[in-house]
C-alpha cells in the first residue's frame, strides 16, 4: 500500500457520460498529480494542484477538469466521454514539489464502451 | 519541452543472467531523470532517481542507472534478474526548474520478460 488511495479501481460507463475518479493523497503530502496511461499515449501529465490550488496543466483535454479540496483529496472530472478516453488514471501526491518525488496510487481503470 | 526514447518495447532475459534496460532523453534544459517499474495491475513505484552528484545511482532491488550527460542517457541494469522482476519499467524525465510542477514525461515503456 502506497499511501495514496485512488478509488473506484474500475469503470465502466457509456460514451457521452461523466464520472468522477478520486484521490486521497498520503498523509502530509499537498501536492496531486493526475497521469493518464493508453495504449496509444503511453503515460502522461494531466493536471497538477498544491495545497489547493492549481500549478501546472499538462496534456489535458477541455472535457476533463480536476479540482483539490480542503481536506487536500482531488478529484479528476471527466465529460462527455469517448471510447478513446478508456485508460488507467493515475494519481500521484508528494510533500516535496521540487524534484518531484512522488507516490503513486494503484489506479482507476476506465473502459468507456 | 523534453522527450524520452526508451530503446526496447521488449527484454526477455534468462533467470540470473545480467540485463540493461536502454533510456535516452532530449531537453533544452537540465533534468532530472527517474526510472519506475509496473507490476501487472498495480501502479508505478519508483526504482531510483538521479538529481544531482555521482552519475551512477543504486535503487531497490539491486537496480542501479548511471547518467551520461553527453550521450544523454541513463541506462538501467541489474546484475542478475529473478522470476519477480518480469514487468514494465518506465523511463521518465522532469525539469530542473519546472519545481515538479511540469509533470514527468515518461518512455513507453520496456516489458522485461525474464525466462527461467
Known amino acids: 500500500d502506497s499511501g495514496v488511495t485512488q478509488t473506484p479501481k474500475h469503470l465502466i460507463t457509456a460514451t457521452g457520460q461523466r464520472v468522477t475518479l478520486r484521490c486521497s493523497p498520503r498523509s502530509g503530502d499537498l501536492s496531486v498529480y493526475w497521469y493518464q496511461q493508453s495504449l496509444d499515449q503511453g503515460l502522461q501529465f494531466l493536471i497538477q494542484?498544491?495545497?489547493?490550488?492549481?500549478?501546472a496543466k499538462g496534456n489535458i483535454l477541455e472535457r476533463f477538469s480536476a479540482q483539490q479540496f480542503p481536506d487536500l483529496h482531488s478529484e479528476l472530472n471527466l465529460s462527455s466521454l469517448e471510447l478513446g478516453d478508456s485508460a488507467l488514471y493515475f494519481c500521484?501526491?508528494?510533500?516535496?514539489?521540487?524534484?518531484?518525488?512522488?507516490?503513486f496510487g494503484s489506479g482507476t481503470r476506465l473502459t468507456v464502451v | 519541452a523534453q522527450s524520452v526514447t526508451q530503446l526496447d518495447s521488449q527484454v526477455p532475459v534468462f533467470e540470473e543472467a545480467p540485463v540493461e534496460l536502454r533510456c535516452n532523453y532530449s531537453?533544452?534544459?537540465?533534468?532530472?531523470l527517474f526510472w519506475y517499474v509496473q507490476y501487472p495491475n498495480q501502479g508505478l513505484q519508483l526504482l531510483l532517481k538521479?538529481?544531482?552528484?555521482?552519475?551512477l545511482v543504486k535503487g531497490i532491488n539491486g537496480f542501479e542507472a548511471e547518467f551520461n550527460k553527453s550521450q544523454t542517457s541513463f541506462h538501467l541494469r541489474k546484475p542478475s534478474v529473478h522470476i519477480s522482476d518480469t514487468a514494465e519499467y518506465f523511463c521518465?524525465?522532469?525539469?530542473?526548474?519546472?519545481?515538479?510542477?511540469?509533470?514527468?514525461?515518461f518512455g513507453k515503456g520496456t516489458h522485461l520478460i525474464i525466462q527461467p
Open positions: 500521484a501526491s508528494s510533500v516535496d514539489v521540487s524534484t518531484y518525488g512522488y507516490t
Open positions: 531537453s533544452s534544459v537540465s533534468v532530472y
Open positions: 494542484y498544491y495545497n489547493g490550488e492549481e500549478r
Open positions: 538521479y538529481l544531482s552528484g555521482s552519475t
Open positions: 521518465a524525465v522532469g525539469r530542473h526548474s519546472g519545481g515538479g510542477a511540469d509533470g514527468l514525461t
